[in-house]
């Protein structure tokens, strides 16, 4: 099952303009992370906020966590038609004394970025 | 160094099939996780795999199965495929070692077509 929504589920912005993608999701987490992934290919990392961290940069990204909310948000700034992908906030879940290696994606985001 | 490899990139079966997908880690990985994407979707995980056990399982028929071998390389084996198993299947290795999940880095994954 999905843990998250994404919204919105498409985002259509000019090169340059800032891009902001959210992200709420269901249980305790220990962690978000945000992942990026090019036409059905493999999907890369792009940034790790743990449950005790509110704001986090990287580069032209910005993620923003409101664990009260259940809700996380990424920001693109100044964004180019590279950045064009699809966007996918990830949780790895606090699940008591029991853990191990999964995380629970949302829906996930399409960005395109027209030049 | 080479990332995470899967084998083959794509493939077509039909229905009542059998098919093994391979994945080699990064090298230092000794966790492997598997995930389904189907198309429009965020992946959903089916099996992890560390130091050789099954250290997690999603809500996946036992008509999946999976194992890793000493070189810590995995195999995902579907059996008697549905139209429904056509998907994108990504293979993801970490440094993990125990508690929640860090940073997964992905393969490029091998499309299954199941007509």
């Known amino acids: 099952s999905q843990q998250g929504e994404e919204d919105p589920q498409a985002l259509s912005i000019q090169e340059g303009e800032n891009a902001t993608m959210n992200c709420s999701y269901k249980t305790s987490i220990n962690n978000l992370q945000w992942y990026r992934q090019n036409s059905g290919r493999g999907l890369v990392h792009l940034i790790l906020?743990?449950?005790?961290?509110r704001e986090k940069h990287s580069g032209r990204l910005r993620v923003t966590l409101d664990t009260s909310k259940k809700s996380s948000s990424l920001l693109i700034t100044a964004s180019r038609a590279a950045d064009t992908a699809s966007y996918f906030c990830?949780?790895?879940?606090?699940?008591?004394?029991?853990?191990?290696?999964?995380?629970?994606f949302g829906q996930g985001t399409i960005l395109t970025v027209h030049p | 160094d080479a990332g995470v490899t899967q084998s083959p990139t794509h493939l077509i079966k039909t229905r009542g099939q059998h098919v093994t997908l391979r994945c080699s880690p990064i090298?230092?990985?000794?966790?492997v996780s598997w995930y389904q994407q189907v198309l429009g979707q965020g992946p959903q995980f089916i099996f992890q795999y560390y130091e050789k056990e099954e250290r997690g399982r999603g809500n996946f028929p036992d008509r999946f199965s999976a194992r890793q071998f000493p070189n810590y390389s995995s195999e995902l084996n579907v059996n008697a495929l549905l139209l429904g198993d056509s998907a994108l299947y990504l293979c993801a290795s970490s440094s993990w070692t125990g508690g929640p999940t860090g940073e997964l880095f992905f393969g490029e994954g091998s499309r299954l077509t199941v007509l």
């Open positions: 090298s230092g990985h000794k966790s």
């Open positions: 906020i743990r449950s005790n961290e």
């Open positions: 990830a949780t790895a879940d606090y699940a008591g004394g029991t853990s191990y290696g999964k995380l629970t």
